[in-house]
């Protein structure tokens, strides 16, 4: 390996160590009382190494969910566009869980990042950068979506509706697990493919009608499909 790639790899770990170190903190003895210098005194480097690779406590509490993110949608373009809009997403989202080890996994353990993302939906002090993030996405797989079904995002609204629909149940199953006992990755997977298995039977025009439980096929009633 040239100086160069040995640089780039000490970086690397320098800021995997740090992104490791505060996520332990932050989960272990909150956000709001963990500090930069102490971050930076878990990885043995000064708090100006810290503010090399990360602009504050916030960024570092965001950055394994920008790759989760960042790897639902890779997942998202990847599916088949034979799938429908809402296909698409549920099958992206089960790809995404089903991978995430493969994403993550050589930064922080996936159960580490399962108990950040808990603890971001109990902080106040995030909670509100959580949602202006998610909206951030929203807009980013919206326009995804359009482009998949040859639609002009900003005057066809099916992309933005769709989108709101499943962005809408993830925040649901999002605050449900993180209010339950159970941390782990299966346990968020599960109540989210529950979740979105009922989106269509939650669309229907009739609630009161006898149906059966959805199945794992079933997909919201839509009007028209791929750009019709």
């Keep these: ?69 960042s790897h639902f949608v890779d997942a998202l373009r990847a599916r088949p566009a034979e799938e429908g809009p809402f296909d698409a997403m549920r099958n992206a989202v089960r790809s995404a869980w089903d991978t995430i080890e493969e994403a993550i996994g050589e930064v922080v353990p996936v159960e580490l990042h399962m108990r950040a993302y808990q603890m971001i939906e109990s902080t106040p002090s995030l909670i509100a950068v959580h949602l202006r993030r998610s909206a951030e996405l929203d807009e980013q797989v919206a326009r995804l979506i359009a482009d998949r079904e040859g639609l002009d995002v900003d005057t066809d609204p099916r992309p933005r509706v769709a989108v709101a629909a499943v962005a809408a149940v993830m925040r649901v199953t999002g605050r449900l697990w993180g209010q339950g006992e159970d941390p782990s990755l299966a346990a968020i997977r599960e109540l989210t493919e529950k979740y979105l298995d009922h989106l269509g039977p939650a669309l229907a025009a009739d609630w009161h009608s006898p149906v059966a439980a959805a199945p794992r096929d079933a997909s919201p009633p839509t009007s028209g499909a791929h750009g019709e």
């Excluded at 005194?41 to 100006?48: P, T």
């Excluded at 509490?61 to 920008?66: E, G, N, R, S, T």
């Design 1 to 69: 390996m040239t100086g160069t790639g040995l640089r780039e790899l000490k970086k690397q770990r320098t800021r995997d160590a740090l992104l490791r170190a505060a996520l332990e903190l932050f989960t272990t003895q909150g956000y709001e009382h963990t500090t930069v210098d102490e971050i930076a005194d878990a990885v043995e480097v000064s708090q100006r190494t810290f503010f090399r690779y990360f602009a504050n406590k916030e960024e570092v509490a965001f950055a394994v969910q920008d790759i989760v993110e």
